[in-house]
């Protein structure tokens, strides 16, 4: 059996945490909306490429029909 001391180096490979995902999803809509490629957002790009923000935070079942709206 591994320690704690001996698994710490490698915890975060073998579990990663959410910054992980967050720093995924971030480099995603980063290189998605940077339209120049210069590896930063400025303003006009994030107003000229809105759908890039709204898919991070909705999914195609959160346009779903909702019966309860109806």
């Not at 180096?9 to 971030?26: D, M, R, V, W």
């Not at 480099?27 to 923000?53: H, R, W």
């Amino acid at each position: 059996l591994l320690s704690a001391d001996e698994l710490k180096p490698i915890i975060g490979k073998l579990h990663p945490a959410e910054n992980f995902y967050a720093k995924q999803q971030a480099d995603y809509v980063i290189s998605q909306a940077d339209t120049n490629k210069d590896g930063q957002l400025s303003l006009n790009e994030m107003i000229e490429n809105p759908y890039v923000f709204y898919s991070a935070l909705f999914t195609e079942d959160d346009y779903g029909s909702h019966d309860e709206l109806r």
